[in-house]
């Protein structure tokens, strides 16, 4: 009898889930908005990084760009400077006509960018100090900064096991 009763329980809770699934699939939550948020985004030189900072630009956040490569880092805070100026555009159309929702005008949204290597703990804590003096308080943080060796594990060098573990491991603490 208790088997039973066991087992009428956990097929109830399987079904529950599956009706919360569905549920949350079916009413989406609304957005959180990042609109004028000073928002941190490690390794934004490329890959990931770059893209998340795209988007977060056309959110209209406030972008700090972290990367080891300079130029490369540059070079993402051009395009989202590009995408800053189309903003702004499209502000000054819509002068005339008053925006369905709230949005800070485009001209307050910059982009710093800071050379950091997050593999090393000096470097995380001077860049964000300096990012505090310089910007404020960083109100989303994406720790997107990763570095892949591309070889198995038994072909890796022991420094590169070491980069790998810094970067992807122990820079989320610091």
């Not at 609109?35 to 490329?46: E, F």
């Not at 949204?109 to 860049?127: A, F, I, P």
């Not at 990012?131 to 943080?141: K, S």
Request: aromatic residues 8%; negative net charge.
């Amino acid at each position: 009898m208790n088997i039973v009763v066991e087992l009428f329980v956990v097929t109830f809770k399987v079904l529950w889930a599956f009706v919360l699934a569905a549920a949350r699939w079916l009413v989406r939550p609304k957005e959180k908005s990042v609109s004028g948020q000073v928002c941190l985004i490690t390794g934004a030189g490329s890959g990931l990084g770059r893209l998340f900072a795209l988007e977060f630009a056309r959110r209209r956040a406030q972008l700090v760009l972290w990367d080891i490569n300079t130029q490369s880092n540059e070079e993402t805070a051009g395009m989202v400077r590009h995408i800053y100026r189309e903003l702004e555009e499209q502000d000054k159309l819509r002068a005339g006509n008053p925006p369905e929702e709230e949005v800070l005008p485009s001209s307050n949204l910059q982009v710093y960018t800071y050379t950091c290597d997050v593999g090393k703990r000096e470097s995380v804590y001077t860049t964000a100090e300096k990012v505090r003096r310089e910007v404020g308080d960083v109100y989303l943080l994406l720790n997107n900064a990763g570095v892949v060796s591309g070889h198995h594990l038994l072909e890796c060098p022991d420094e590169l096991i070491e980069r790998t573990m810094m970067v992807n491991c122990h820079a989320h603490f610091w």
